[in-house]
């Protein structure tokens, strides 16, 4: 079992970047794939990116293809997604997850952070 915290969040004007990291506990995050979602206020929880164990393999959502990037440092526990470009539109809580699948389905990710927000103003 691992734990997984996320800081980085913040208020940020449109244009803007911030870096998200995700902390986590245990000996086996580099055993896991690792995603990021979201969830805006009123919506369901989406897919952002993910990225395989061993980094191998990664993929975005359309809505931040070309703007975040993800990435991971398995011998310091973190995952990181950073985000570029920053727009009011991706506004939300976001959440890092760990699990046995890469794959961009919430059912894909066993272990969940508890969130971190992050505003864009405009």
């Known amino acids: 079992q691992i734990q997984l915290v996320e800081s980085g969040g913040g208020l940020v004007q449109a244009g803007g970047s911030l870096r998200l990291s995700c902390a986590a506990s245990?000996?086996?995050?580099?055993?896991?794939?690792m995603g990021w979602f979201r969830q805006a206020p009123g919506k369901e929880r989406e897919f952002v990116a993910a990225?395989?164990?061993?980094?191998?393999?990664?993929n975005y959502a359309d809505s931040v293809k070309g703007r975040f990037t993800i990435s991971r440092d398995n011998a310091k526990n973190t995952g990181y997604l950073q985000m570029n470009s920053l727009k009011p539109e991706d506004t939300a809580v976001y959440y890092c997850a760990a699990g046995p699948y890469f794959g961009s389905d919430r059912r894909d990710y066993r272990y969940w952070g508890q969130g971190t927000q992050v505003t864009v103003s405009s």
């Open positions: 245990g000996r086996t995050f580099s055993s896991y794939d």
């Open positions: 990225i395989r164990w061993s980094g191998g393999s990664i």
